[in-house]
């Protein structure tokens, strides 16, 4: 299924704060687990993760950290902050009120299945 | 294929990479560390280093919108080439035919406003009052032109003009008449003219920021634009001061009278130089680019020293409860001074760098000495007005006193959170871009309310 480049973008923040919530992590381990989260639906193009992950960094949303784990090469790390919590409340409850409406508007529908 | 020959693919890909305006060092490393990451992957699942290689690098998108998006959130870092995805490209160093017209226009302007005044053999008042009511408007309307306004958007940047033009020009100012010379106005009527461009300069705003006065963003490029344009103009006015000397001193042998000739050239110089700076800015900005910054860096850190001992010795030897008028008036500018270097160096700012720098350490000795003196000033205005009751002028100044406290206080307290990474930068200098309309009240207030609120005395 090809999900919309509007829908895709709208939900990348969310997104991208929850997987957050689970832990610290880094860009690429950040797009691995959207892809495992959607099963591989939501199509990103990787590299627009970073001016994104850049975008809640300066929003106070996440705080960064460069660090050199023991085998490798220097690795930015990302971590969620309270603002950022806040925000992931915010967004969610946005979605909330668009599923909502949307499965008030197709009884029957996918949606309203997945529910079930 | 070896291992070498993919890391020169990898070295090849970051140095094309390099070349895209808005990506930086930083993100280069991060794009590259996922690049990696991608590719053991997708070798591990099999495929050779050169299979690997090009679906890593197609994954990550291509090099164009990468580089607007990373440009579109780290406008900073682009403002240079002023690019992002809806703009049209900016023409890089064109457009000097339009800048010359603007300027050849407020240059004849100003002349036609000389003549008819009789400067420099008489000193008319209206003609200070509407100074930058002449020049001021041929800026407006170049960046208008350059943002292509709608119709309805050059009519809303026009209406401030008409509205100081009537003001100035009807309002009663107190023994005015067209013989009238500048050392004889009236109070109001001096701050009326000394406000008025500052007034008006905040106009410009609205063109230069395409009538979207609301984003934040663009008002730090205003602010930038501002700092930029004030660089220029004063090496364009050091230039023009050479000239002017050279000038004098080759027609010293001839009949030819310097004063006729500086009265044709100065003015219309000073006025072209308006366009001629914001030109400048808008199209030459790799060369500020590298000086600005520098500059603030020089500048900031000595600004806090002379502050820093200045409120000490004030503090300590008691001088701060009664100052008299004069230092009064030059510590105003200097606080102005002060809050328009740490805006203009936070416009500056290296967006990418989220944690403080000794820099910001710095930014913030200056704004609370900045705090201190503006305290000890306003006191002192406080006591002058307890004795002696409003004047327009001590009206002005506490006005202008009490402008800047708000901003430093609370400009200082973020700053103080930021450094103990309480806050983010990003609160800092939305407080100063949402404070921007304060000082455009301000100014306009002197402008219009005060002379009636004094009976233009």
Redesign the interface.
């Given at each position: 299924m090809h999900i919309d480049k509007d829908l895709v973008a709208a939900s990348a923040t969310p997104l991208v704060l929850a997987i957050l919530t689970e832990g610290e992590s880094?860009?690429?381990a950040i797009?691995k687990r959207v892809r495992a989260l959607s099963g591989g639906e939501l199509e990103w193009?990787?590299?627009?993760l970073?001016?994104?992950l850049?975008?809640l960094?300066?929003?106070?949303y996440v705080t960064?950290e460069w660090r050199t784990p023991p085998e490798g090469?220097?690795?930015?790390y990302y971590a969620i902050t309270d603002e950022g919590r806040a925000a992931l409340t915010g967004h969610q409850q946005q979605w909330a009120a668009v599923t909502r409406a949307l499965r008030d508007v197709w009884p029957g529908s996918v949606m309203a299945l997945g529910e079930a | 294929m070896t291992v070498d020959s993919l890391e020169g693919q990898i070295a090849d890909w970051r140095a094309y990479v390099a070349t895209a305006p808005g990506v930086n060092g930083?993100?280069l490393?991060?794009?590259e560390?996922?690049l990696?990451?991608?590719i053991a992957e997708l070798t591990a699942a099999g495929l050779s280093d050169d299979e690997g290689f090009l679906i890593a690098v197609k994954?990550?998108?291509d090099v164009d919108?990468?580089s607007r998006?990373?440009a579109?959130?780290?406008s900073s870092r682009l403002w240079k080439q002023l690019l992002s995805a809806h703009d049209e490209p900016t023409r890089v160093s064109g457009g000097w035919v339009e800048a010359l017209a603007f300027a050849l226009g407020v240059a004849v302007a100003i002349q036609a406003g000389r003549i008819a005044a009789g400067f420099p053999d008489e000193e008319p008042t209206w003609f200070a009052r509407n100074l930058s009511l002449i020049v001021l408007p041929f800026l407006a309307a170049y960046f208008a032109r350059r943002r292509r306004l709608e119709i309805r958007r050059w009519v809303v940047t026009a209406v401030p003009f008409v509205l100081g033009a009537v003001v100035v020009n009807v309002y009663p100012w107190n023994g005015s008449s067209a013989t009238e010379a500048f050392g004889s106005s009236s109070d109001t009527e001096v701050l009326a003219i000394l406000a008025l461009p500052v007034a008006l300069w905040f106009v410009i705003a609205y063109p230069y920021m395409g009538g979207l006065l609301r984003a934040h963003e663009r008002r730090m490029d205003f602010v930038r634009f501002t700092g930029e344009w004030f660089i220029y103009y004063v090496l364009i006015a050091l230039g023009g001061g050479v000239l002017m000397g050279l000038t004098a001193a080759i027609l010293e042998p001839t009949d030819v009278d310097i004063d006729q000739v500086a009265a044709w050239v100065v003015p219309s110089g000073a006025a072209g130089a308006v366009v001629v700076a914001a030109w400048l800015v808008e199209s030459k900005q790799r060369v500020v680019e590298n000086m600005a910054p520098v500059l603030t860096m020089l500048f900031t850190p000595l600004f806090a020293v002379m502050l820093a001992s200045a409120a000490l010795v004030y503090a300590v030897t008691g001088l701060g409860g009664a100052f008299d008028r004069e230092l009064v008036g030059v510590l105003d500018a200097l606080l102005v001074v002060v809050l328009a270097l740490v805006l203009y160096g936070m416009s500056a700012r290296d967006?990418?760098t989220?944690s403080p720098s000794w820099m910001d350490g710095i930014q913030l000795g200056a704004v609370v000495s900045a705090l201190v003196l503006d305290l000890m000033v306003l006191g002192t205005m406080v006591a002058r007005i307890g004795d002696l009751g409003f004047t327009p002028n001590r009206t002005a100044a506490l006005g202008l006193n009490l402008v800047l406290l708000a901003n430093l206080a609370v400009a200082g307290w973020l700053a103080a959170r930021f450094l103990a990474r309480r806050?983010?930068?990003?609160?800092l200098e939305r407080w100063q871009t949402t404070y921007l309309p304060v000082f455009a009240l301000f100014a306009a207030a002197v402008v219009v309310v005060l002379p009636p609120l004094f009976g233009f005395r």
């Open positions: 880094y860009g690429y797009l193009t990787d590299g627009m970073y001016p994104l850049h975008r960094q300066r929003l106070g960064t090469r220097r690795r930015k | 930083h993100d490393d991060e794009l560390d996922h990696r990451h991608q994954r990550l998108g919108g990468l998006e990373y579109r959130e780290h967006a990418s989220s806050t983010t930068f990003h609160r």
